[in-house]
């Protein structure tokens, strides 16, 4: 398949290895950060692992978006279903996500009318055959999403549809990074840049981290080849000395991003004086809210939600695991209490979260290098 | 670009899709051999036979066709 097979080549994905090889020391550790969950799940996918140096370390970082709603939001999202005469709409994977009243598709089990859509233009739709309902959105994801509830709310105000809202928990990628490379202790030397989040918002939108913080950014597509290449271009800036935002993935990026969808972003939204994520608790600015001018589609404004704040269970540690301070297997509840079937914490629904991706690729080999160093 | 069922709200699931006929602010769009409908909004000019990357729904950016 074209666009496919190409970035799956067996002879490149080799030869790029061997120049990743003979770019490490022996004995130094490189520790390099996928922020985005989608190169989680290929990297996971592909066993992208194995063909690395046991001197590059991957960090799996905060970017997949289902992973870092708080407890509190689900709960709010709930109350909203549980609201007389609503449909509430939302992304497959965000109706497992478990809150402190349980998940949504719990909620749905009870009665509520939870409904999955593929796009909130779908829900847009759904309010237009449902005239006696009120549908709301639950809208959730990074800049790659928010152009699709910003559009949507575009048409809503121009149809001047009367029945549908949305809850908006967009979230922006530069606050968490920012609360990753202000950790104490930080040992992340290098990231991965996010893919489609930068064809939104571009590269440069990552200087702050060369400039502010001195580690190399590549922006990386999500097949074998180009993760494997993204890596041999930040050891490439190292050996070289140098610390610079690169874009591997020029084939959809570019250094400005895409002004048309920043531009309905910021028509429509705006950001919130905080937000709070799921194991880096509140950070500034860091999530998005409805502007005023589109409040008639606000469902925070046009329903009473109880603004709920749940801690994480104690034995959940996706908070670690989402700053890369723990590995998926070494957290308690891997594999026993939590498990993608009934998942404790987020990072075990989606199938981009570091601990579902791990459980479905990874977990198989884990033990046997684990039982090979013990023997 | 993709082809495992993965989730929709990340980033990673945007796709390629060929632009089969432009109606309006909406494109039929062959994704992965499906026909689906996208909203152009963010690239109104998008024409058929072009590469669009799509995600939720709307095409986000073109694809750039490179050897």
Known sequence: MRYVDEYRDPELAHGLTAEIRSLVAPGETVRVMEVCGGHTHAIYRHGLEELLPPEVELVHGPGCPVCVIPMGRVDDAIALAETGGLTLATFGDMLRVPGGRGSLLEAKARGADVRMVYSPLDALTLAGKEPGRHVAFLAIGFETTAPATAVTLLRARAEAVPNFSVFCNHVLIEPPLRAILETPGLRVDAFIGPGHVSSVIGTDAYRFICEEYRRPVVVSAFEPVDLLQSIAMILRQRAEGRCEVENQYTRVVRQEGNERALAAIAKTMEPREDFEWRGLGALPRSGLRIRDAFAAFDAERLFALPDARIEDPKACRCGDVLTGQLRPWECGVFGTACTPERPLGTCMVSSEGACAAFFSYGRLRRPREEASVGA | ?67
């Open chain 2, 1 to 67: 670009m993709t082809t495992w069922a993965g989730c929709a709200t990340c980033a990673d699931e945007a796709m390629a899709a060929r632009v089969l006929a432009v109606d309006g602010l909406e494109a039929d769009v062959v994704v992965d051999g499906r026909v689906e409908r996208v909203a152009i909004d963010l690239v109104p000019d998008a024409r058929p036979g072009e590469l669009l990357l799509c995600h939720a729904g709307i095409a986000l950016e073109r694809l750039e066709e490179t050897e």
